[in-house]
Nanobody, 123 residues
Framework: QVQLVESGGGLVQAGASLKLSCVVS????????MGWFRQAPGKERGLVASINFSGGATKYAESVEGRFTISRDNAKSTVYLHMSSLQPEDTAVYYC????????????????WGQGTQVTVSS
């Protein structure tokens, strides 16, 4: 059984940084792409960032480009999302997702999901 366990969310002030972590168990972590998605109240869930199986390629939503960094440690079966210069519009539930293949960008390309972690940014 594949499990994704996220941690690191919380309440911060605008301009602060947070680092989310997601530990994956139950599959060969290093073979698959990983992603972070988010869903704000009243909005659809969307991609924040994705990373390919080796960590050699990444893709970001335009709204977070230059502020967020996705990375992975295949030895620890963990993917990270380092978020800096956080703004109130970044407030959302953040979901970790494990891809069906070596890299993905759309929700349909991700097979397994974490339970989500709340990030709230106050102004």
């Amino acid at each position: 059984q594949v499990q994704l366990v996220e941690s690191g969310g919380g309440l911060v002030q605008a301009g602060a940084s947070l680092k989310l972590s997601c530990v994956v168990s139950g599959r060969a972590f290093s073979k698959y792409g990983m992603g972070w998605f988010r869903q704000a109240p009243g909005k659809e869930r969307g991609l924040v960032a994705s990373i390919n199986f080796s960590g050699g390629a990444t893709k970001y939503a335009e709204s977070v480009e230059g502020r967020f960094t996705i990375s992975r440690d295949n030895a620890k079966s963990t993917v990270y999302l380092h978020m800096s210069s956080l703004q109130p519009e970044d407030t959302a539930v953040y979901y970790c997702a494990a891809g069906r293949t070596s890299w993905g960008f759309r929700e349909s390309e991700f097979a397994h999901w974490g339970q989500g972690t709340q990030v709230t940014v106050s102004s």
